[in-house]
């Protein structure tokens, strides 16, 4: 049985435009307003909800439409292991999982936190931050805490089922892959309904039906997961 590749490079980077915004429209306009130069007013952003509802998405696609600006920006997660101190350059720092970081972690976001509203050079920089609960919830340290609830504060609203179908669709049909109505409700019946689990699991199916030359349809997923 041939084992399935999981090297995939098919896969759209994340941006505001391939953002499915659904009851979230108000969150993707103030990035764009920020990203897009309109305004670089300093003041902190706080994106909260629960897993599957976009954070990341929207923080990386914040990330990579100041690169291609030419613009700097630090990045902070719960899976950095060493993070740079505060540069100059940046004009941005983005955290996400704040709820995940640790001890260290926490006092990294923190420093830059500071150095980002009251840095030593240059005009204050912008901080946006994401975390599963609302800044008064988190188990953070208290300097920290305040800080993320200080300026915009959003909580991001999960989609429902038929706005779940249209960004698969929107997904699928940016990748040239024909996804039908019966393979989309195989896949939602029967996979995790996070976006980011579906979002891995279309690049797998748009990468098994290249390698095998086949369509895109049910007994399709039962042989791609059957192989890998």
Not at 89 to 97: G, K, N, P, T
Not at 106 to 124: D, I, M
């Amino acid at each position: 049985m041939k084992q399935l590749a999981l090297d995939i490079g098919l896969s759209t980077r994340p941006s505001l435009e391939s953002f499915f915004c659904g009851p979230n429209e108000d969150v993707v306009h103030h990035l764009r307003l920020w990203t897009s130069g309109g305004t670089r007013a300093p003041v902190p952003t706080y994106l909260w909800g629960e897993s599957g509802c976009g954070k990341t998405h929207l923080l990386q696609a914040v990330h990579m439409a100041l690169g291609e600006q030419g613009l700097a920006a630090g990045w902070l997660d719960a899976h950095t292991p060493r993070a740079p101190d505060f540069q100059d350059d940046w004009v941005a720092v983005l955290m996400d999982d704040v709820h995940l970081y640790n001890a260290e972690q926490q006092h990294t976001a923190f420093n830059w936190f500071v150095n980002a509203l009251t840095p030593t050079r240059g005009s204050p920089r912008w901080v946006l931050a994401a975390g599963q609960l609302p800044p008064a919830s988190l188990s953070l340290r208290d300097d920290l805490r305040t800080r993320l609830g200080w300026g915009h504060v959003f909580g991001l609203k999960v989609l429902d089922e038929a706005e779940r179908c249209a960004v698969l669709r929107q997904a699928a049909d940016a990748r040239g892959l024909l996804l039908g109505d019966e393979v989309m409700h195989y896949v939602l019946n029967r996979f995790s309904r996070d976006l980011g689990s579906l979002m891995q699991l279309l690049d797998h199916l748009d990468h098994y039906a290249l390698q095998t030359r086949r369509a895109l349809t049910i007994p399709l997923v039962r042989a791609m997961l059957e192989n890998e």
